[in-house]
């Protein structure tokens, strides 16, 4: 079964910068839209940021300005680059796809940590 593979996560200090990448283990047909969320201990799952057809894009208030959401449509990778973390930015980060007509697809996440 073809999962979404996460990667670039880490320590970082506040006020440093991580680049997320996700891309599919294997071929994923019919996705529209990429998204980043991210789960942090004790609390739900929430969405980052999103882009749809490529080119459309919404964030989560908090990171407004500091993180940007990209993809590579020819390869179903979707991109978060992250500036001026914060502590509050740690959590364990998940991209999905979702495809038109056949759900979504989740990857298994990678852990975000930012620390002095």
């Known amino acids: 079964q073809v999962s979404l593979v996460e990667s670039g996560g880490g320590l970082a200090q506040p006020g440093g910068s991580l680049r997320l990448s996700c891309a599919p283990s294997g071929s994923l047909f019919g996705i529209y839209a990429m998204g980043w969320y991210r789960q942090a201990p004790g609390k739900q799952r929430e969405l980052v940021a999103r882009i749809s057809h490529g080119t459309y894009t919404n964030y989560k208030e908090s990171v407004k300005g500091r993180f940007t959401i990209s993809s590579d449509n020819a390869k179903n990778t979707v991109y978060l680059q992250m500036n001026s973390l914060k502590p509050e930015d740690t959590a364990v980060y998940y991209c999905?796809?979702?495809?038109?007509?056949?759900?979504?697809?989740w990857g298994q996440g990678t852990q975000v940590t930012v620390s002095s």
């Open positions: 999905n796809a979702e495809r038109a007509g056949l759900g979504v697809v």
